[in-house]
């Protein structure tokens, strides 16, 4: 019996009593402990009816039980589903009905409002909380640490990622066992990530970043992990002397650098400091150096592809750049308009194909088509160029996304619900430079009678959108910017209102 991902990431670990992780408690659990969970958690989920290729959704606390139900899912050849803990229950409703999981798994305070949900979409739930109790884990508990883990051939699916679109309908991204795990050998080999290292992990575990670049690495390379429950100051400082890597969003490094704690002999110790899923500035590269004296390595990643490009561990890392295709990613720079490759120096749409990309999007083949050509490439919808060594920069995006603290946001699904309250004309919801996020949601509102008053808006929304969704201010027009074609000129509104 073979399955791709268990074989490589979890079953080499069987007798490792090495430390894995470590919790904000204290608490270690060796990676012998994590494996030997994984499979208690496999027998729970088989007794709850989970059969290869189910969906088991996951809305958990970044705790260890909820990674060793990601390494459970693979071991009973299901397909993991993470979700944001801060969406609102009419988010999930989407994701449950889309997905139809044999079993979601969230928290006992959220039990009454998914219940209905779930009876509706045939779901069975589990609860997990943050102090590691819940049905799942009595399920669990008294298990054998022994399972038969279930085979899963290389295409076969992993995960299910959702993304949001431009069209404002979330799209499952799915992927392969060789997706993820393609990507894991790559960026460990890159980034020399062995069991030598202690990885700083302050993400979340629902995204991409947190999920597979940070913890498939890790267990790939049998890396100690301190796993935090959230990006807290005081415990970076407090752990950065005992670490060597750290993976983060730019708004880690901003944050940092705002403490005068930040300085060279605080980091001697670390190797690598990684940032991703939203652009560095150039300001911040310079001024962490400066203190530091060590460079940011910043890579490029989407959830449907995994990671696409990375600076050089050796070699120049370069401001505003994102460095080489990483593994066998082939990228190319096409013609916005016709999809023809464009030279090196000509700024396009960054295509990307390799063993990386995802396998499409789950039950919408149309969108699929539209992003996936016949010959691989996956159309990123981010604009880039090419220098002549092959180095890949991101010059801006074709899609009209907001990203917030490394949270992808898109306007459109802010509008449509914005459009849907009381006494609103029209919407435009458009990103602003932010110091600490990068870039806020700000909503243009015309309404019937023109008001300033934005808290009806936000009764409105609160139960629809989560709140890093939700505009952190209104401004209220007579009319929106249309250019000739009658086109929202979002550009002008950020001129406008930017500051
Ligand atoms: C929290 N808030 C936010 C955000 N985070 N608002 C806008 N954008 C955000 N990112 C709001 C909350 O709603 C709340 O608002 C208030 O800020 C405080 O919330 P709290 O949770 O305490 O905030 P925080 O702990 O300071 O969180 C900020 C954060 C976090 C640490 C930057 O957002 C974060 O961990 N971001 C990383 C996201 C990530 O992993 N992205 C990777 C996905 P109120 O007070 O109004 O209630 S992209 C990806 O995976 C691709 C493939 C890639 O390339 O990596
Ligand atoms: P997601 O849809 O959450 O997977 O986010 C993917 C998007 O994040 C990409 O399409 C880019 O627009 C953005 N992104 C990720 N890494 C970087 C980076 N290093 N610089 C700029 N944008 C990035």
Redesign the pocket.
């Known amino acids: 019996m073979t399955n791709t991902l268990y074989d490589a990431l979890i079953a080499p670990h069987r007798s490792n009593d090495s430390p894995f992780l470590i919790t904000d408690s204290g608490n270690t659990v060796s990676f012998a402990d994590f494996v030997r969970r994984a499979a208690q958690i496999a027998h729970a989920l088989q007794k709850n009816g989970v059969t290869p290729g189910d969906r088991v959704v996951v809305r958990a606390p970044k705790v260890s039980e909820t990674l060793a139900l990601y390494a459970a899912t693979i071991q009973v050849g299901a397909i993991y589903l993470p979700l944001n803990n ?1 969406y609102t229950a009419e988010e999930l409703t989407y994701f449950i009905n889309d997905a139809s999981p044999t079993v979601f798994v969230c928290e006992d305070c959220d039990v009454d409002a998914m219940t209905p949900i779930c009876d509706g979409a045939g779901a069975k739930i589990l609860t997990l909380n943050a102090d590691g109790s819940g049905t799942l884990t009595d399920a669990a508990d008294g298990q054998s640490t022994d399972f038969e883990t279930v085979s899963r051939g290389p295409d076969d699916l992993a995960a299910l990622l959702y993304t949001s679109g431009t069209t404002g309908r979330s799209k499952g991204a799915m992927l392969s066992h060789k997706n993820l795990l393609s990507n894991a050998q790559a960026l460990t080999e890159l980034w020399g990530i062995t069991s030598a290292d202690r990885l700083i992990h ?3 575990i629902f ?4 999920l597979f ?1 940070a913890m498939n690495t890790s267990l790939l390379a049998g890396t100690q992990v301190r796993f935090m429950g ?3 100051l005081d415990m970076i400082f407090d752990e950065i002397p005992k670490s060597t890597l750290m993976m ?2 730019p ?2 490094y901003t944050r940092m650098l705002g403490d005068d704690r930040l300085t060279k002999d605080l980091v001697k110790g670390m190797r690598l400091f990684v940032s ?3 652009p560095l500035l150039e300001e911040t590269h310079e001024a962490f150096e400066a203190r530091t004296g060590q460079r940011i390595l910043e ?5 449907e592809t ?2 696409i490009a990375s600076n050089p561990y050796d070699g120049a890392r370069i401001a505003g750049t994102v460095g080489f295709p990483i593994g066998n990613a082939e990228v190319q720079v096409t013609d916005p308009d016709n999809g023809n490759p464009l030279p090196a120096g000509d700024i396009g749409m960054i295509e990307v194909r390799g063993d990386n990309v995802f396998k499409g999007y789950w039950n919408m083949p149309e969108k699929t088509k539209e992003e996936l050509r016949d010959n691989g490439f996956f159309i990123t919808g981010d604009l880039g160029v090419l220098d002549d060594e092959g180095r890949l920069s991101i010059v801006g995006r074709a899609k009209d996304l907001i990203i ?6 898109y306007p459109k699904e802010i509008e449509d619900v914005l459009n849907e309250a009381p006494g609103v004309v029209e919407s435009a919801v458009f990103g602003v430079p932010h110091p ?2 990068g870039e ?2 700000v909503a243009a509102m015309v309404m019937e009678c023109r008001q300033a008053d934005d808290a009806p808006l936000k009764d409105f929304i609160a139960p629809k959108l ?5 505009p ?1 201010t209104f401004v209220f027009l007579d009319e929106l910017p249309r250019n000739t074609m009658g086109k929202v000129q979002k550009n002008i509104l950020r001129d406008q209102h930017g500051r």
């Open positions: 801060a302050a993400l979340p995204h991409t970043h947190g670049v959230k990006f807290d983060g969003v708004t880690f991703g899923s939203a890579r490029y990643g989407m959830t995994n990671m917030s603290g490394g949270y992808n946001i600490d996020f806020a949601v989560a709140r890093f969704k939700q952190k």
